[in-house]
């Protein structure tokens, strides 16, 4: 579209760690040198998305209960029993809006947890872009935190090092 900026990577692992490659840096200098050519007073919508494909290598209940917060009752809907699933919320939080979708599904003959938020604000003030991405970054991440376990906090420290 020829109205809208979106920046996108698969590359970067961090928004704003001290010692990854960060993410942020990457949206001041952009988004800068656009204002720069581009005079914008205003954001209609000013977003972060984060899409994380988790592993489930099992479909039992007591796998994803260890790993995961579920959204649905699986007691009702076995995962055993799970073709294909999805969900979506969309929701208020505080001065932002939340769009979290996520899925069960079959990619490259193995199950996975899907995790897609996508925060966002309408009608930012340009001058105040790298604070709203700032502030959606953690409202995103607490988010994530929330539909996790400890366990699965631990896998992923493993899986880091």
Not at 43 to 69: S, V, W
Not at 82 to 111: G, H, P
Not at 134 to 151: A, M, Q, R
Request: aromatic share 14%; proline share 2%; charged share 30%.
């Amino acid at each position: 579209h020829s109205n809208r900026l979106n920046i996108i990577s698969n590359e970067y692992k961090s928004y704003n760690h001290l010692s990854e490659k960060k993410f942020r840096d990457i949206i001041e200098k952009i988004v800068t040198l656009f204002m720069e050519q581009v005079p914008i007073k205003n954001f209609t919508r000013l977003g972060i998305r984060y899409i994380d494909h988790c592993p489930l290598e099992k479909l039992e209940n007591e796998y994803f209960k260890n790993f995961y917060t579920p959204l649905f009752d699986i007691d009702r809907y076995k995962l055993e029993d799970i073709i294909e699933n999805r969900m979506l919320f969309r929701v208020r939080k505080k001065n932002y809006q939340l769009l979290f979708q996520s899925a069960i599904r079959e990619i490259d003959n193995s199950y996975k947890y899907i995790m897609d938020f996508d925060g966002y604000s309408i009608n930012v003030e340009a001058s105040n872009f790298l604070n709203v991405t700032d502030e959606l970054k953690h409202l995103i991440k607490k988010e994530f935190l929330s539909n996790i376990t400890e366990n699965f906090k631990e896998y992923m420290r493993m899986t880091n090092e």
